[in-house]
Structure formats: structure tokens, C-alpha cells
């Protein structure tokens, strides 16, 4: 079992030092699994941990490359009312994961490996039809799959490639009618030796105090008032 205390990934400060039983835990199948699903509310270091990992990988030659990938959900704005084109209408989208590997990479190893596509950072519709061998994929955001886009990401790891899903299932943006597919994935992979599964709960959030106030006010309003938004 992976230790607090020996914990060996690094960003650019120095050694990156999980702070919760769940982040050890998560962590743990991230290393030793081959798919590892990551549930929670945002803030507990779900997609900062498995960037950090990835890149752990990478730099020891575990993977050649490493994929993020987000699913486009138009929340609000419509994309076809946004400014430029396609690819500038979606950055706003994927702009977070490329905010954490600048600040795990710093610079220089950022522009090095985004320009060689040895990291890439893409729409999950971009990922059909394409096998990942010698990869590390992280699913951002996978709450807002459905259970065809899940079931082809899924479906895209090749051999000796590891895959990290991470959701929030309390924050789903697809329209009513459609299920989601990171609840779905959860309930028919949970008993596969191959997969490990964390749920990470309020006192996981590495925010803001208020952060987790906010969130137990609403989960309060929502439990008294039985409405989900």
C-alpha cells in the first residue's frame, strides 16, 4: 500500500503529499489498476492527483503519452453563439486541464510536450475510433458522459494503457433524458479486478473552508426541499 509518508510524485515545487484517507486510497488504484474512477465534488484534487501521476508515468517511460479528454456539454451558451472557431469555441471547455499541467509542469515542459503531442488535450467526441496503446487517459468531467460516450471511451484503451474517470454525479449537465454515463460505468465495472473505485466526500476538499459550507448548505436544501438542480 502506497504510504502518506513515502509518497514520490513531484510538480515543480517539489513532492506533491495526498492529504486524505481517499486520496491515499485513490491514488493507490491509480498505481496499481488499470481503470480508476475518481467520484466526488470538485476541490478534492480528483484531476490534479491523476495529471500528477500521469506524468509520473511518463517520465519514468510507463506510457509514451498521456491523453486528457473532457466531454462537451453546452451548459447555458451554445457554442454556435460563441466567438471564433470550433477549436476556440472549445478551449474555454478544456481550459482547466491545461491550467493544471501548467502549474504541475511549469513552463518550458508544458510548451515541450503539448507542441510533440506527447500530451493532448482533447473533446471526448474526438476520441472515437482511435485505439491508445502505451497511454495514460484521464476523463475529466465524466459525469456529463452518457452511456454510449462512456461505453466507447471505455472501449478506446489499448495494451499497456492505464485510464483515470473522474466525476462529480452530483453536477450532471445532460439534458434529463439522458442517463449518465459515469453512473452507468460505475455500476457494471465495480466488481472488475482490473478497476478501483473512490468516493471522496466533503472532508476531502482541498479549497476554501467555504467551499465545503456551501456545498452541505445546498446538499441540506436539497435533502429538506427533495429538489435537485
Known amino acids: ?93 478544456l481550459s482547466p486541464i491545461y491550467d493544471v499541467l501548467f502549474e504541475i509542469l511549469g513552463s518550458d515542459y508544458y510548451k515541450k510536450y503539448i507542441n510533440n503531442n506527447i500530451i493532448e488535450v482533447v473533446p471526448l467526441a474526438y476520441m472515437r475510433g482511435r485505439t491508445f496503446n502505451d497511454s495514460f487517459i484521464i476523463l475529466d468531467e465524466a459525469q456529463n458522459t452518457t452511456i454510449i460516450q462512456m461505453k466507447m471511451f471505455l472501449t478506446r484503451l489499448g495494451f499497456n494503457s492505464f485510464a483515470v474517470i473522474n466525476g462529480d454525479i452530483s453536477q450532471i449537465d445532460l439534458p434529463k433524458k439522458n442517463h449518465s454515463g459515469l453512473k452507468h460505468a460505475v455500476k457494471i465495472c465495480k466488481d472488475l479486478n482490473e478497476v478501483g473505485i473512490t468516493f471522496f466526500n466533503i472532508k476531502d476538499i482541498m479549497r476554501s473552508k467555504i467551499v465545503s459550507y456551501i456545498i452541505q448548505a445546498y446538499n441540506k436544501f436539497e435533502k429538506d426541499f427533495k429538489i435537485k438542480f
Open 1 to 93: 500500500m502506497l504510504k502518506k509518508k513515502k509518497f514520490f510524485l513531484k510538480n515543480r515545487f517539489g513532492f506533491i503529499i495526498p492529504k486524505t484517507k481517499m486520496q491515499i486510497s485513490y491514488l493507490n488504484n491509480i498505481l496499481n489498476k488499470t481503470i480508476t474512477f475518481g467520484i466526488g465534488v470538485s476541490g478534492t484534487g480528483k484531476t490534479y492527483l491523476a495529471t500528477a501521476a500521469a506524468i509520473d508515468f511518463l517520465k519514468k517511460r510507463k506510457v509514451n503519452r498521456i491523453i486528457l479528454a473532457r466531454p462537451i456539454v453546452e451548459a447555458g451558451e451554445k457554442l454556435g453563439y460563441l466567438p471564433g472557431n470550433f477549436n476556440q469555441k472549445i478551449n474555454p471547455y
